[in-house]
């Protein structure tokens, strides 16, 4: 059973760098084929797909936050971690993890094409 966790602080302040990382057990990071994603939800919103780091380490961003998006891996603590720079209060929202097989992954933006979801973490951007 694969579990993931989201850890990182509630409360962020504008123009300010949100740092969350994931932790992962019962499964490797470098296990083939699959996709490690961050997605959030907006208040009264749908998911929005921010970006996935694969298995190999190649990564690959929703072009509306790439800009101000890095998401990379550390394979010794079998974690990955989310930085999205130059926060305002429209970034306030719920933040998950997720892994995604490659051949269920689309646009990043439904839950269906997870297997496994973190419980997520609210981040609110507020001075």
């Known amino acids: 059973q694969v579990q993931l966790q989201e850890s990182g602080p509630g409360l962020v302040k504008p123009s300010q760098t949100l740092s969350l990382t994931c932790t992962v057990s019962?499964?490797?990071?470098?296990?083939?084929?699959?996709?490690w994603s961050w997605i959030r939800q907006l208040p009264g919103k749908g998911l929005e797909w921010i970006g996935y780091?694969?298995?190999?380490?190649?990564?690959y961003y929703n072009p509306s936050l790439k800009s101000r998006t890095s998401i990379s891996g550390d394979t010794s603590k079998n974690q990955f971690t989310l930085q999205l720079s130059s926060v305002t209060p429209e970034d306030t929202a719920v933040y998950y993890c997720?892994?995604?097989?490659?051949?269920?992954?689309?646009?990043?933006?439904?839950?269906?094409?997870?297997?496994?979801w973190g419980q997520g973490t609210q981040v609110t951007v507020s001075s």
């Open positions: 997720a892994r995604a097989h490659y051949s269920s992954w689309y646009q990043g933006d439904d839950r269906r094409e997870y297997d496994y």
């Open positions: 780091i694969t298995w190999s380490g190649s990564t």
């Open positions: 019962g499964g490797s990071i470098a296990t083939r084929y699959y996709y």
